[in-house]
């Protein structure tokens, strides 16, 4: 009962927050004049936001050999405090200040048509998540070369390294741009980290497509010896395809596919190399929406995004008893996911955007933020079946994406049971508070 009060009250602040915004949102009409925006309803950008444009080292068009030289990176600092709670009414807790990204790396411009990319994670992981301690250079995130040809009548490009699969909406968009602290549950269960690959896109019958073949293992980039070369000996495959279709000016409907030969679930997808780089999930399908219309004046903007998300044949994984719940809570080869994913967010003023999120997963396990109150106590997470989190938040743009605040609460609830269902091991609800800064140039 007090889950059920708990969940009605998330509903109704959300409620109110976006009905309000919406009152807002019809009061800058006002201020519209023959549809042209007043001076006065614009606030330009701190002068010092200018340093984000410094980055270029190298611009020469005219040059036939190389074009640009820029440097590129990113620092995501937060804060964090997490509790969960058992029925039984044990609980875990933890409160810290994470550096949840630190990258460096370049963008260089070559032979007109050509862009090479690499961006490194600087340090090693502690057990505060920070990429501070140890070795300055950590392990490559990217490096690809695209080739993405301006004569092109198709749009066609060409990207060969390792790179992002984009699959879902939450994971296609960069950790630099993304509207909440953490992917929703559902979306961090599916999508997995950069792996080395190759994907081609071009447009036909109004739709932009993209193909994609991936190693899913390889050596680690760095084990406290310094980055080596990847080593592929071993390394089990995946394939993808992105399609997306602009179904009206304001809504683009995007559909995406991801192979991962695991055997059907029996087989872990990066046979012998060291890390793991494609979902555990022997087929995912994400079938998703991006909306934006205009609100007022200074290229505010109402959206939505929305995902239906499948995962098939799920890798084995072993689960615990969270240290305050009993039973062998191991997740089975070949199990499924389904899950559903809701973000609308709104621009309060130029800078103050207003973010929600309601995240559902049938099976998932214990992903960020609240899996954290689990690593920093020293036990391993746990497997949860229906899976609700709701999510209000903001993001306050001092120099557009390049620089901004970012605060948010979360609400997570979920049911634990003993080896896929067969035994009820209690309820699990969870608060996270989270405040942060995020930066990018």
């Not at 399609?243 to 046979?271: C, K, M, Q, V, W």
């Not at 044949?313 to 615990?320: I, K, L, M, Q, T």
Request: hydrophobic share 35%.
């Amino acid at each position: 009962m007090e889950k059920v009060k708990r969940i009605k009250v998330m509903l109704l602040c959300a409620g109110m927050i976006f009905s309000g915004a919406g009152l807002i949102a019809g009061d800058d009409k006002s201020c519209i004049i023959n549809d042209k925006c007043p001076v006065e309803c614009c606030k330009e950008d701190p002068c010092w936001c200018e340093i984000f444009d410094k980055s270029t080292l190298y611009k020469n068009e005219e040059n036939c050999l190389i074009q640009s030289v820029q440097l590129v990176g990113r620092y995501h600092g937060q804060y964090q405090s997490s509790s969960l709670e058992h029925s039984s009414g044990r609980s875990l807790g933890t409160q810290y200040w994470e550096h949840r990204r630190l990258r460096l790396g370049t963008r260089v411009q070559f032979l007109n048509d050509f862009t090479f990319f690499n961006n490194w994670n600087l340090g090693n992981d502690n057990n505060d998540g920070a990429r501070i301690a140890g070795d300055f250079w950590g392990s490559i995130y990217e490096m690809y070369i695209k080739w993405d040809p301006s004569d092109s009548d198709i749009g066609l490009w060409v990207s060969v390294g390792k790179q992002e699969q984009k699959i879902t909406r939450e994971f296609s968009t960069s950790s630099k741009k993304i509207l909440t602290f953490e992917r929703s549950q559902i979306t961090n269960e599916v999508a997995d980290t950069a792996a080395w690959g190759v994907e081609t896109g071009f447009e036909a019958l109004g739709i932009e497509h993209a193909f994609g073949l991936w190693l899913g293992g390889y050596d680690n980039d760095a084990d406290g010896r310094g980055p080596r070369a990847p080593g592929f000996d071993g390394a089990r495959g995946g394939a993808s395809y992105r399609g997306a279709y602009g179904i009206t000016e304001a809504t683009d409907l995007h559909f995406d596919y991801f192979y991962t030969n695991n055997s059907d679930g029996t087989r872990n997808p990066r046979g012998r190399a060291d890390e793991d780089a494609l979902p555990n999930y022997n087929h995912i399908f994400a079938l998703g929406t991006e909306s934006s219309w205009d609100i007022g004046c200074c290229d505010r903007k109402y959206g939505l995004v929305t995902d239906l998300i499948w995962g098939i044949d799920r890798e084995a994984s072993g689960g615990n008893s969270l240290g305050i719940a009993g039973g062998n809570n191991a997740t089975l080869a070949g199990q499924d996911t389904f899950g559903i994913v809701i973000l609308p967010h709104y621009d309060l003023t130029e800078r103050l955007e207003l973010v929600g999120k309601y995240a559902y997963a049938s099976n998932t396990v214990l992903q960020r933020g609240q899996r954290r109150a689990f690593d920093h106590n020293g036990v391993g997470r746990p497997n949860l079946e229906d899976v609700h989190t709701f999510y209000a938040g903001f993001n306050y743009r001092l120099c557009g994406d390049n620089f901004k605040l970012m605060g948010g609460y979360e609400y997570l609830t979920a049911d634990l049971h003993e080896n896929a269902g067969s035994t009820d091991l209690g309820d699990l609800s969870g608060d996270t508070w989270m405040l942060g800064v995020r930066t990018y140039w």
